[in-house]
């Protein structure tokens, strides 16, 4: 989960970013939204909740985008030796909150306006449902809710 914030424009935003969404420009155009709304890039604050990260977010087939330049600096190339002998297998390691920070701070949010909770899915089985997870253990392939509550406060005072 990503949330967007620009308190001033008062203007929120909540997205999936998992790699498909993220491979279709997913960040980019929610920015462009938000800006239509009058939120600006410097001033968004920016929340990475837990998901899959790089050390167990694994592809054995090359990711679709291999070749996209914005792309390169997130994915890398594992070699894994197998059990069989003479046989070895590739796959892909890939960053999605490098990814996702990346793409922010190239469209002018601020970096320590990005918090990421750094938390693994995959690697937390008792407090995290994980579709990566699920796809290699056959656990239950479930979901988690991430929910957002601002309060704006309506009173002013006087000096």
């Given at each position: 989960?990503?949330?967007?914030?620009?308190?001033?424009?008062?203007?929120?935003?909540?997205?999936?970013?998992?790699?498909?969404?993220?491979?279709?420009?997913?960040?980019?155009?929610?920015?462009?939204?938000?800006?239509?709304?009058?939120?600006?890039?410097?001033?968004?604050?920016?929340?990475?909740?837990?998901?899959?990260?790089?050390?167990?977010?694994?592809?054995?087939?090359?990711?679709?985008?291999?070749?996209?330049?914005?792309?390169?600096?997130?994915?890398?190339?594992?070699?894994?030796?197998?059990?069989?002998?003479?046989?070895?297998?590739?796959?892909?390691?890939?960053?999605?909150?490098?990814?996702?920070?990346?793409?922010?701070?190239?469209?002018?949010?601020?970096?320590?306006?990005?918090?990421?909770?750094?938390?693994?899915?995959?690697?937390?089985?008792?407090?995290?449902y994980s579709h990566q997870r699920?796809?290699?253990?056959?656990?239950?392939?479930?979901?988690f809710l991430v929910a957002t509550y601002w309060h704006f406060?309506?009173?002013?005072?006087?000096?």
């Amino acid at each position: 989960p990503i949330v967007l914030a620009d308190h001033e424009a008062k203007v929120l935003a909540m997205i999936h970013g998992g790699w498909r969404s993220l491979a279709t420009g997913i960040v980019q155009q929610t920015l462009n939204v938000m800006q239509l709304h009058g939120a600006l890039a410097p001033r968004l604050r920016v929340w990475i909740g837990p998901g899959a990260r790089s050390c167990c977010y694994r592809s054995a087939l090359e990711p679709t985008q291999m070749n996209e330049h914005d792309w390169h600096s997130v994915i890398d190339k594992v070699e894994k030796i197998e059990q069989e002998k003479n046989s070895s297998k590739f796959e892909w390691k890939i960053d999605l909150p490098k990814y996702i920070s990346q793409v922010l701070i190239n469209n002018g949010v601020q970096k320590n306006q990005i918090f990421d909770e750094q938390i693994c899915t995959v690697c937390q089985p008792q407090q995290y449902y994980s579709h990566q997870r699920s796809k290699v253990t056959g656990d239950a392939d479930g979901r988690f809710l991430v929910a957002t509550y601002w309060h704006f406060n309506t009173t002013t005072q006087a000096e």
